[in-house]
C-alpha cells in the first residue's frame, strides 16, 4: 500500500510497466559535481529540459530502473557524454535534439505528467 491507503493498482500516470520507483544515482566518483547526496534521486518532469540529479553511468553507460508492476530494466544511454550535469541538457547544433535530450525524454516517461505515454 502506499500514501493514505492508496493501492499500486491506482497508478495509471503513467501505467505500472513505465513507472519508475527506482534508479541509481550517480556516485562521486562517476559524476563528482552531481552525484548522490539524500537516499533518493529527484528527476524533472516533462517538459524540463533538466535532469535534477544525476542518474548513473556505471553499469556500462546505463542504469538498471525499476518499475512500479515490479519488473527491472537496464537502461543503455544515448549519450557519449562521460556525465549527465545538472542543469539544461541544451539542444545540439542547429536546432536538434542532443543525445542528452533522448535521455532525459525517455526518463520522463516513466514520470507522471508526461503526453508521450
Not at 11 to 32: G, K, Q, S, W, Y
Not at 74 to 86: E, L, M, V
Amino acid at each position: 500500500m502506499g500514501k493514505d491507503g492508496q493501492k499500486y493498482s491506482t497508478i495509471n500516470d503513467p501505467r505500472t510497466v513505465r513507472c519508475i520507483v527506482f534508479m541509481d544515482e550517480a556516485d562521486p566518483l562517476e559524476n563528482p559535481g552531481n552525484h548522490y547526496n539524500d537516499g533518493n534521486i529527484g528527476l524533472r518532469r516533462y517538459p524540463s529540459t533538466d535532469f535534477g540529479d544525476a542518474p548513473s553511468r556505471r553499469h556500462e553507460n546505463g542504469v538498471n530502473v525499476s518499475m512500479a508492476d515490479g519488473h527491472s530494466e537496464y537502461w543503455k544511454w544515448k549519450s557519449t557524454s562521460k556525465t549527465f550535469d545538472r542543469g539544461s541538457a541544451d539542444t545540439g547544433r542547429g536546432g536538434g535534439v542532443s543525445d542528452l535530450m533522448k535521455d532525459l525524454f525517455k526518463i520522463q516517461t516513466g514520470l507522471p505528467g508526461n503526453p508521450n505515454q
